[in-house]
């Protein structure tokens, strides 16, 4: 992780930590830590709504929410661990890892998608047309290299290029860089980074900002279709010791979900407000009305990442199907 991710993990670490340590709290609290990117936009409707706290009332509960931004499912794993964070929002990849690590133990396991959104590598050099086209001087920036679930799709893309044995070849290259000074490495060029495995909606502003920016791989064609690469967990332990705060927390979002669909223009409108974000509003309504992009809580596709991870013993447990690593909510029953 470099300073900067670093830095911002350390302070939204410490909002989290502020609210409250890991002891054993009553319910109607929950901290929530998001990332960068529309593939949380639940989140942010969720919190610019005070959903969390409408359905917190139909539970009879009063509920104080706490939502901070991370960068990498690195850090998201250790706030979880740690007891400073409740729910995590971050890569099918880091939630496997600790899914595998916690069994018996913390048995984390997914609480819901965020949604289908294809996740693109792009790539300034001009000489780069597919993944094997990379070299010793180009760097690849991503959340978190080996962790994050742009990483693991990139070793999957490796592994149908090179063999099993070679998954990892490009994490060599690959630096672990927050998805906001990636894109910014992109759009304006003239730095070590060549490529930038992103989500949107920085793939797109990349594309529009420099011409020699374009796409090598994405995400969809890698898993095999549509694809829910971002997810929520939380451990074994939070879910059932809050029972009424969790389903506020599911119905939130499924109403989030809900409106998002509902309401395209405004949900774009929501996201640059809530973010401060800077991108232009027509490049945010094309992805949210995207016919590749879908807001909603049933995990898609997961488990094909999940095989490959136990085949190259990133992790050690084999998954039967994506209902061993998602709890065993109404939503998830048709997880895949």
Known sequence: MNTTAKRLAALALAGLLAAGTGAARAEGQIRIADQFGIVYLLLDVAKDQKLMEKHGKVQGLDIAVTQVTLSGGSAMNDALLSGSLDIAAAGVGPMLTLWDRTRGRQNVRGVASLGNFPYYLVSTNPAVKTIADFSEKDRIALPAVGVSVQSRILQMAAAKTWGDAQHAKLDKISVTLPHPEAAAAISKGGTEITAHFANPPFQEQELAANPAAHVVLKSYDVLGGPASATVLYTTEKFRSDNP????AFTAALAEAAQWIAANPEAAAE???????????????LDIVKSPEVQFKLTPQNTF???DFMHR?????????????YFFDDPHNAGAN
């Open 244 to 247: 009424k705060t969790y389903r």
């Open 270 to 284: 929501l996201f640059i407000r809530v973010n401060k974000s800077k991108v232009e509003r027509k490049l945010v």
């Open 304 to 306: 094909a990442l999940a």
């Open 312 to 324: 190259v013993g990133a992790i050690k447990n084999k998954p039967a199907s994506a209902r061993d």
